[in-house]
């Protein structure tokens, strides 16, 4: 009798084998019996090893119908030469076996490693990214760096080619199609992968050599330990602080005050929310947030409380005077590229509109976004505009000035915001400016962000 | 279809049961009138924006104490209706980067030129450089700024507004798709079925989901539904599937449906369904019959005869994923069987995937009436003599001279 393994929707079929049988030759035991279909099933995460055991144990017997994704020649590789601690990442990886995690700040060139060991293994590939943008930079840097267009699944195409790039989104939707289609997935930005639906870009995969790059791999729900089965144990690790290439840099703080107007609405606002709060927590210790946010389904007093919220947001992020702060800062700063990160998309557009400065906002087309970035980049553009999808690893040209206008921050954002500043070009020292409304929360969340690594080495200074 | 944010379930912790958001006359009377004013809003707002729409439609719940997520799933489904003009996306994104780049030489643009300094006449002031544009453009400033950002989605323009024809229609559209949100969450599923299990069966195959089949009695079937991975782990991947059976299920008859739900404690709920939960389905029941062969057969034989009662599509036979519904059951009172199947119109491909299916199972009585032309015949009686031919349509003779053979050699094996 013959025994067959087969991809089935992100799963293993194993056909002609009894219970006991199985159970001799396979320790874990990683089967299931699946009585639907009469044969045994697990996650197609298990191939590599599945296959090897039965191969040991069962030579010809074993028949191996699980689909060989291709072999890639590539035929234009033009890569920098790898700096010593990416050849050493790149080391390292290969040595655990072709499983791991590259833990390395932003800014210090992932992606550069990532294409050396592609272009290595020559193997179909898979390129997963935590956005859009993301997506499409992986793209362009695959043409440009191995000679080669991409498949793209996800931002409504589907391409599947042998080396294809995607979003953890669309992966996770998609990898009961495509889980035996490649050798080697990457996963940009890796401690996005651990979630109850995201996970499955990895489980549901036959290949059997995995990448992880990552800044920031904790995660606070403590689901970076599962990184270690859907990818591999963490192979190489850069601290921040080690880095040699980072360009050093300010932050200054500017605070700002709304307007009379805006201060009138402000704190018209806070009193309502105010009372509203004192007067629950009469009737019920603890009343919070939270219960307002569930009792404003119920109730339309409750639900005007939460438009007041939404609005006192909706004032400090779009205050006038950050207009105004802005324009001085394009005036005193007229020969540079300077980068601003808005709150919110209305607000993006906003400024984008009174300045005639390009955006790139989460729905901004690969064309247009190509363009911008290019135009960005030789200088024709000197401000580019960009809501949070900028927020990680997009590979913004050398800006030396950044702005951050309002917008909730955590400190996994902070560390990614700071390393588009951080890029290993040029000598002289990156501005971070801060505009924030002066009383309002959003000095609390600039003190939040101040906490994450990368403000460590950096100085503060006031207007 | 909306999206699992904007799904509104109640779960009741003691009977861990999920309940949908669900509509009903008798409590939310208000919401035909409701629905009505959202109708006109979207019927008079061909030109508007999406955002203006919603606008609108959120200031007509005011005073309507309920979920936000009830706003913007109507928001969303009557903007699924309707259509809106295609964004433009190439001509605003085009009419960005000239506009961009033309203002890039002047930047940065300021209010007011500081005339008190040496500086300010290097300055542009923006609304001097706005107008230099327009007239580059040959368009005014008014129109550029409309067309800069019209492919952002909340700046769409309503073309068509949405087709629902009634108040009731769209309180029935919401109904259904808050229970498929809800369904968002299934790990599982659990479908009884009698009258109908044949369409059933057919659309669970359709909706690319594993079934188990059990018989309860003679002519209730259970199906369990799920996907390949819910054997290794609880997943939730498949609820998507289950939603987009429940529009079909609903036409039918004679059915019940759990699904065990995922609730955000990382609990179970249940979330039981059937024809008399008063939801509608938009779709056309299926049709009775298959062909009018099997129609005109049915009649002649009527509900019962010589002993024989004439079940249409009374069993299912299965064996792991393969399943067979064959077109009727003959079933004496002693609970004997005889299954018929009417081979009707075919391709070769037809008639091989029916052979084969059959071959499957070959261990059960089954009678089958092959049509006489193009060679069918012949290749049925390779495999069996159980076959009564016909040309146009089935005899009543032969048919049951066939039964009643069958039921004398049974008794001679027992």
Known sequence: MTVSLKFHEGTLLLDGLSQEKLRDIFSPFIWIKDDRVNKFRTDAIHYRIARRILRQKLGENFIDKVHKPVEIRWSKVRLHEPRSDQADAVAAWRNSKGRGLIVMPTGAGKTNVALQIMAKLEMATLVVSPVRDLMYQWHRNIREGLGVDAGIIGDQLYKVSPVTVTTYHSAAIHMDKIGDKFSLLVFDEAHHLPTDFFRDAALMSTAPFRLGLTATPDRQDGGHADLDMLIGPEAYRQKLKESKHLADFYVEQIKIHLSDEERDRYDGASKAIQFWFGEKQKEKKGYNRKDLLSEANENTKARRIKKLMCLKDSIEDRAAEKIRVLEDIFRIHPNERVLVFTGTNIMAIEISRRFLAPTILSHTRKKERQAVLKGFESGEFPVLIANQVLDEGVDVPDAKIGVVLGGKASVRQATQRLGRLLRPKGASKAVLYEIVCDDTREILQSRKRRKGDAYERTRHRRL | MLTSEHAIVDYDFRSRVAKPDRLTRMNHGRYVDLAEKMLIIYRDGAGLTRRELHRRVEYLFDDEPCNTRRI???????????????????????????????????????????????????????????????????????????????????????????????????????????????????????????????????????????????????????????????????????????????????????????????????????????????????????????????????????????????????????????????????????????????????????????????????????????????????????WTDNIVPYKTGIKLAPVLEKLNSFVMSSAESR
């Open chain 2, 72 to 382: 913007s799933s109507f928001c969303k489904l009557l903007d699924d209706a309707g259509e809106y003009y295609p964004d433009g996306g190439q001509k605003a994104a085009r009419m960005r980067l000239k506009v961009f780049r033309l203002a890039a030489k002047k930047h940065p643009l300021v209010e007011r030129k500081q005339t008190e300094t040496l500086f300010g006449a290097l300055e542009n002031e923006e609304s001097v450089v706005k107008q230099e544009i327009a007239d580059d453009l040959g368009l005014s400033w008014q129109e550029i700024d409309d067309l800069l950002y019209a492919d952002v989605i909340s700046f769409h323009r309503l073309k068509t507004p949405p087709n629902y024809a009634t108040a009731a229609d769209l309180l029935s559209h919401y109904n259904v798709a808050q229970t498929q949100a809800a369904l968002y969450k299934a790990q599982s599923a659990a479908i009884t079925a009698d009258d109908d299990f044949k369409t059933i069966l057919r659309h669970v195959k359709l909706c690319g989901l594993l079934h188990e089949i059990s018989r309860l009695d003679s002519s209730t079937y259970r199906i369990q539904l799920d996907g390949p991975a819910s054997i290794l782990r609880n997943t939730a991947r498949y609820g998507v599937r289950l939603a987009k059976l429940l529009p079909a299920l609903l036409t039918c008859v004679g059915w019940t449906f759990t699904a065990n739900v995922k609730t955000p404690w990382k609990t179970t709920a249940r979330l039981d369904l059937s024809p008399n939960s008063g939801l509608r389905s938009h779709l056309n029941a299926p049709p009775a019959f298959d062909s009018s062969i099997e129609e005109s057969f049915a009649e002649k034989f009527g509900e019962e005869r010589d002993g024989w009662k004439l079940i249409r599509e009374g069993a299912i036979l299965h064996k792991h994923q393969k399943t067979f519904v064959p077109d009727f059951v003959f079933r004496r009172v002693d609970g004997q069987e005889m299954f018929f199947e009417i081979v009707g119109f075919w391709t070769p491909e037809y008639l091989k995937a029916k052979l084969d299916t059959l071959k499957i199972f070959s261990n059960r009585n089954i009678l089958l009436a092959v049509c006489e032309n193009e060679g069918a015949l012949e290749v049925f009686k390779e």
